[in-house]
């Protein structure tokens, strides 16, 4: 049976992400509290965030959460210096949403506000859907957390794409911060 954290958990989540300077981060890594059960909020694929099933229609509350936002081993958490609660992530707890191309490197935009600029520490891959068949993209955004790469977003890529020969043969991919990403896979080709 898993403890449901009182409000004063949802509170103090609250407390611990408005203490994180101007736009930065909380440094979430750094913290190792005692696991306090699970908190009943669930990040859906859309990237819409409910608490008790119902959305959390503000978005700076939304922000403010993904900066405490932690992945373990076990999975998704909510973390402060003092608790530590499970959440329910249905894929990527963010969204891509932005790409824009400034000089060679590829920036993008969050649902959440983060900024990401694509390149060795945060990788783009791209996962083909076992039951449709269609592309899955990702951005790493920071520490183990991805963002789903909005479709219009991702057509914006493909745009960008340039064919390689790779030892899997001739790919489709798009440069950035000095590092490759193929976005199709081999033997897909430009019109």
């Not at 059960?37 to 993904?66: C, M, N, Q």
């Not at 992530?89 to 900024?115: W, Y």
């Amino acid at each position: 049976m898993t403890e449901t954290p009182s409000k004063t958990g949802l509170e103090s989540v609250i407390a611990a992400a408005k203490q994180a300077p101007g736009r930065g981060l909380p440094p979430v890594h750094l913290w190792h509290p005692t696991h306090c059960g699970d908190i009943d909020i669930v990040i859906k694929k859309d990237g819409l965030w409910f608490h008790e099933g119902t959305p959390i229609g503000r978005e700076a509350l939304v922000r403010l959460f993904s900066t405490v936002l932690r992945k373990d081993p076990d999975g998704f958490h909510l973390v402060t210096p003092v608790e530590k609660m499970k959440i329910t992530v249905e894929d990527a707890p963010f969204i891509a949403v932005r790409v824009d191309k400034v000089g060679d490197t590829l920036k993008f935009l969050t649902n959440v506000g983060d900024e990401v600029e694509a390149g060795p520490e945060n990788e783009i891959r791209v996962e083909m859907d076992a039951t449709t068949g269609e592309p899955r993209p990702y951005l790493h955004v920071r520490r183990g957390l991805e963002a789903l790469i909005a479709r219009p977003v991702f057509y914006e890529l493909v745009e960008l794409a340039e064919e390689r020969e790779t030892p899997e043969g001739l790919r489709l991919g798009v440069a950035s911060g000095g590092a490759w990403f193929p976005v199709g896979p081999a033997g897909a080709h430009l019109p």
